[in-house]
């Protein structure tokens, strides 16, 4: 997660991840977009590529990216700690609310006889 | 944990009645047992859903559906974020009594991702924040 805040800070990099959203771009045709260098770019791709947001596949000498669904996941994945977290707790103070309060719950926590 | 195309999505056992668990999305005194420190609900179609995580974050929105004790449906953002703005995606929890227990599932449609938010500085910024933070 930190990676790719990290990796998605740098303004560049956002618009990288634009170019490579809906479609599969070669590392030259990326560097097109942009007037910095190539070897920058490779920099940016790397970075990226690090944080798992990007795929990289080669096709004889080129080298193709494009956004991974899997490595977009970031910010779906800080929400679901909400739930994670929430429903834990959750599910812990409804079974206290349900469990009569003198009996002690003996059905499925002990095995006593 | 499912993390499909802007969507997530939960199921859990619980063992309790699902008149108990529904309570706990829909009353602000029971809320806060199980996420962030306050909330201000009022459980009714257009109704506010407002919760403060922590002092950096408040997720809100509004209640969509309210069907005790088997449905309820709420918009989820976070306040002062362009990104994911209050009301901005979808919540949906659906409880079926099992046996004595409850099988909750948990569905969250509608999320975006920073990536994919070029124009939006304020949101790396504001995650970075929410990390940042201490669990409440």
């Not at chain 2, 909750?104 to 924040?129: F, I, K, S």
Request: glycine content about 8%; some cysteine.
């Amino acid at each position: 997660m930190d990676v790719q805040i990290r990796a998605l800070a740098e303004p560049r990099r956002r618009q990288i991840m634009e170019l490579v959203r809906d479609r599969e771009l070669a590392a030259g045709q990326i560097a097109s977009h942009f007037e910095v260098t190539r070897p920058a770019i490779s920099q940016h791709l790397t970075v990226l590529k690090d944080a798992s947001l990007l795929t990289e596949r080669r096709d004889g000498t080129r080298r193709l990216y494009r956004a991974d669904p899997a490595g977009l996941a970031g910010l779906k994945e800080f929400i679901d700690s909400f739930w994670i977290t929430g429903l834990a707790r959750l599910k812990a103070a409804a079974e206290a609310e349900a469990r009569p309060p003198a009996a002690p719950a003996q059905r499925r926590e002990g095995n006593r006889p | 944990m499912t993390i499909v195309d802007g969507r997530i999505e939960h199921e859990i056992r619980i063992e309790a009645p699902p008149e108990i668990v529904f309570a706990y999305f829909v009353d602000p005194d029971k809320y806060p047992a199980w996420m962030g420190r306050q909330a201000t609900l009022d459980p009714r179609p257009g109704g506010i859903y407002r919760c403060v995580v922590h002092d950096q974050a408040t997720v809100a929105g509004h209640y969509l559906t309210v069907d005790p004790p088997h449905r309820v449906e709420f918009t989820w953002g976070f306040e002062g974020n362009d990104t994911m703005p209050p009301g901005s995606s979808t919540v949906s929890v659906t409880l079926t009594g099992d046996g004595g227990g409850t099988r909750l599932r948990l569905v969250h449609t509608g999320l975006p991702h920073p990536a994919l938010e070029p124009h939006d500085q304020g949101w790396l910024g504001y995650l970075a924040q929410l990390v940042g933070a201490p669990a409440s």
